[in-house]
């Protein structure tokens, strides 16, 4: 069959390597068939490939192709796909929660041979066919997908990240810790430095506007945070974005942290998550937004530094507002997103409608909620709860009976919202983690038969993301698993999978392994142990010494034994005394030595 040659649509560049490899294409080109296969392993021998890595960097470098057909079996295979999915299924069940799977394929196909299957192909073959199907490790990892979120505009959505800066100050100067000092020694002395500069970096989802502020600290706290969110959404002079979002997305090292500031977005009415541990793509948009003040404003710190912490939030302030506006010189930060030509960010903010705008109350109320605490609550049997409202002057009802989830004697946090009259937030974990949260107000009119007449419920809904064929695949591996059963809880229960058919470790017994002839050793001394005994006391040996005796000891035979023992006889000792007198005819005491 003879081979092609087609000229690429570009210049290749004219490297060594790409060179090589044209030459090796022009010499396949004019050898004869039966010569093809031989020039190309010696081809990949010298570049220290495999065959079929040379014959890609042939077609990727040269353009080369060998002109042969594609099988009209490829693809197919004699091994059933029963067989398959019960491979990937078990080392699904043997992968830990860090992703590690500790049942290689080859061990897998021991077992099911050993259970009956049959195996007919080879374990690098079956590799190839578990990765055809996506059913591999790589593949499988596609059943939870990255879902792209959209925020409705301007305030309704922001992201904070509060980082520690290589900036800090001594006497007055800044310093910068330079990147190969935290691989040394070096960083320790940075760890004793008692105040460090934190950066807090906030970003607006739907318009991109970025603020920023330093804290000088021994470490991150939510009274800086606080400081910083009354700060990034408080009306600033000089500064166009201003106002309390609708959601907070934050580290959750904060939220864990920060208590008091969790009250205060509460009685914001703001919707507060931390993003997941293992996906911190959650906020993602923020991280970007840091990486913007670190690479475009705090190297301008090495050329003019500033010498303290309130010169440096001065310059960044004007430097976001520079930033987010569009007026850096030679700097083009206009925001960049598939779905629209380039935008000033402050453009985009400015579209916010009145109502959109949520202005803050003043920093001395917020302050006070930071003292309180989330009380809890008990629900009744019949499905309320009482509670004291701040703008109150007596106790509350409220009707819980649609809050979704909830039953009599679950526990509940409850806060108060200063901003709505007697409304109250109530918080509730579920078994599994999830946070519920509903916004209720106080049954203030009854019907005649004592019945609330009006509840409204707040919340919203959340979409899932469309299902992949990896999470089709995870269903098809649990009905293998637990056919019939709920897998999820059939795991919970610790039942075993594959209805216990698989014979992964009874075929073990089976096994004749040649008999070896014994190997005689050394053998271990071992000192007896000294007997730590106590002695028994002196008046309790006495009492058993006249008992041996069968009369009372005379009291030469009483201040001998005193004199001798006065902390007492040792066990040993007695034992030894209480035979001797017992074998005497005439019994007379003898002390032993």
Not at 181 to 195: M, T
């Amino acid at each position: 069959m003879t081979g092609e040659y087609r000229t690429m649509p570009t210049t290749p560049p004219q490297s060594a390597i790409v060179e090589y490899w044209m030459q090796t294409a022009r010499r396949l080109l004019g050898a004869a068939p039966g010569e093809r296969a031989r020039l190309v392993q010696a081809a990949a021998d010298t570049a220290g490939c495999s065959v079929n890595t040379a014959y890609r960097r042939l077609k990727e470098y040269a353009g080369y192709t060998s002109g042969r057909r594609r099988r009209r079996d490829a693809g197919q295979t004699r091994q059933p796909e029963t067989t398959l999915y019960e491979v990937a299924a078990m080392q699904r069940e043997a992968t830990r929660k860090n992703g590690k799977r500790i049942l290689g394929t080859e061990d897998a196909l021991s077992i099911l041979e050993q259970s009956g299957r049959e195996i007919t192909v080879s374990t690098s073959r079956v590799n190839a066919l578990l990765r055809a199907r996506r059913l591999d490790k790589r593949g499988l990892a596609g059943a939870d997908p990255a879902t792209r979120m959209r925020s409705r505009h301007p305030n309704h959505v922001h992201q904070i990240d509060p980082s520690l800066c290589v900036i800090y100050y001594l006497k007055g100067r800044q310093y910068i810790m330079r990147e190969e000092e935290f691989y040394k020694n070096k960083l320790e002395n940075y760890a004793r430095i008692q105040e460090k500069v934190w950066r807090y970096v906030r970003t607006d989802h739907a318009s991109g506007v970025i603020d920023c502020k330093y804290y000088l600290a021994a470490g991150e706290n939510q009274f800086n945070l606080f400081d910083f969110l009354c700060h990034t959404w408080g009306r600033q002079p000089g500064r166009t974005s201003h106002g309390a979002p609708r959601i907070l997305i934050w580290d959750r090292g904060s939220a864990n942290t920060a208590t008091g500031v969790k009250r205060v977005l509460t009685a914001l009415e703001i919707e507060h998550e931390p993003h997941q541990t293992e996906a911190p793509r959650t906020k993602g948009q923020v991280e970007d937004a840091n990486n913007i003040i670190e690479c475009k404003f705090e190297s301008r710190l090495r050329v003019e530094p500033a010498e303290s912490i309130d010169r440096l939030n001065d310059s960044v302030f004007r430097f976001c507002e520079a930033y987010n506006a569009n007026t850096l010189p030679r700097i083009d930060s206009r925001l960049r997103r598939a779905g629209t030509r380039p935008v000033v960010r402050y453009d985009l903010w400015s579209r916010i409608r009145p109502e959109q705008i949520r202005e803050m109350p003043d920093k001395r109320i917020l302050g006070r909620l930071m003292e309180g605490r989330i009380e809890p609550r008990t629900i009744t049997e019949q499905l309320y709860i009482e509670y004291k409202h701040p703008m109150g002057e007596r106790s509350y009802v409220y009707d819980v009976r649609h809050c979704e989830g909830l039953q009599p004697k679950d526990k509940v946090q409850v806060s108060p919202l200063i901003l709505s009259g007697r409304d109250i937030r109530v918080r509730f974990e579920t078994h599994g983690g999830e946070e519920k949260t509903w916004r209720l107000s106080p049954i203030t009119e009854y019907d005649e038969y004592g019945f609330p007449l009006d509840l409204p419920v707040w919340g919203e809904g959340y979409r899932s993301p469309p299902r992949t064929p990896a999470d089709h695949n995870m269903d098809k591996l649990d009905e293998i698993a637990y056919p019939g059963r709920d897998a999820k809880a059939a795991r919970q229960r610790q039942e075993t999978p594959f209805e216990g058919a698989l014979d992964a470790i009874s075929h073990l017994h089976r096994i004749e392994t040649p008999t070896r002839l014994p190997r005689n050793g050394a053998r271990i001394s071992v000192e007896a142990p000294e007997d730590i005994r106590p002695p028994v006391p002196l008046t309790r040996a006495l009492m058993r010494l006249t008992e041996a005796l069968g009369r009372p000891l005379t009291p030469k035979e009483n201040k001998d034994l005193r004199e001798r023992h006065p902390e007492g006889i040792p066990e040993e000792e007695l034992a030894r005394m209480e035979a001797t007198e017992e074998k005497e005819t005439t019994p007379r005491l003898r002390v032993v030595k």
